[in-house]
């Protein structure tokens, strides 16, 4: 390979385009592996998110007076959380030396959860609601659950949206 004096380039030859093509060959490996592993780091980061929201709803709910209609709807978002979470570890784990300890912290969620959750019947609070109104209040409860910033703050303004429901009934 030979350099150019007069480009910052070498001269064409069999040698310099084998180096190009291993080079090509190379960089395309390398970033398979960085999307790869880029891959892997943001649904890790998906599943923990996942974790870490069912626990904020758990230790709201040991910190303050759930209603049983918001109860409800985050036992069943509680489930899904855990469910997605579980699912995700499974198509990771295969190529991932984390997948037990991410195992291991999904169980011990979904075991609090369990148990925080385990009698989600609605409140007395809410038994004047009318089944056909239940079903559209906890829609609008899971969505504000859902699209919140954070956990706390979905609880509230499903709170305070109850609240609101029952002043007018």
């Given at each position: 390979i030979l350099?150019?004096?007069r480009r910052d380039e070498f001269e064409?030859?069999?040698?310099?385009?084998?180096?190009?093509?291993?080079?090509?060959?190379?960089t395309r490996q390398i970033t398979q592996r960085i999307r790869e592993n880029s891959a892997k780091r943001n649904k890790l980061r998906s599943i923990k998110q996942k974790i870490d929201t069912v626990n904020?709803?758990?230790?709201?709910?040991?910190?303050?007076?759930?209603?049983?209609?918001i109860k409800a709807v985050l036992s069943?978002?509680?489930i899904d959380h855990v469910a997605q979470a579980r699912k995700e570890?499974?198509?990771?784990?295969?190529?991932?030396?984390?997948?037990?300890?991410?195992?291991?912290?999904?169980?011990?969620?979904e075991e609090a959860?369990?148990?925080?959750?385990?009698?989600?019947?609605?409140?007395?609070?809410?038994e004047h609601l009318s089944n056909d109104l239940r079903k559209p209040i906890s829609a609008a409860i899971k969505t504000i659950i859902l699209t919140a910033k954070t956990p706390d703050i979905g609880i509230k303004l499903s709170l305070e949206v109850l609240e609101a429901i029952q002043r007018e009934i």
């Open positions: 350099p150019n004096a064409p030859s069999a040698a310099y385009a084998y180096l190009q093509n291993e080079l090509v060959i190379k904020s709803w758990v230790s709201l709910h040991d910190n303050n007076v759930v209603p049983g209609l069943e978002l509680a570890l499974l198509k990771l784990s295969n190529n991932l030396a984390e997948a037990e300890q991410f195992e291991k912290h999904i169980l011990n969620t959860a369990s148990s925080v959750f385990k009698n989600n019947s609605n409140s007395k609070i809410h």
